[in-house]
């Protein structure tokens, strides 16, 4: 019985899920406080450049 491709994408997709909140989650338990805060502040302007760069593609 072949298996479908259009199932294992799904399947892919929550396991890349998985496996990046796990990376964030064992990287934010280890990180220094201030690490995280400073990160925690920079992220709207991280948001602001990824944006403009899309429009400008």
């Known amino acids: 019985m072949p298996i479908e491709v259009w199932l294992l994408l799904p399947l892919a997709l929550l ?9 964030c989650l ?5 990180a220094d406080r201030t690490d995280i805060v400073a990160v ?7 948001a602001a450049i990824f944006l403009r760069y899309r429009r400008k593609r």
């Open 15 to 23: 396991l890349g899920l998985v496996c990046a909140t796990v990376v």
């Open 26 to 30: 064992v990287a934010l338990s280890r």
């Open 40 to 46: 925690t502040r920079e992220l709207p302007d991280l």
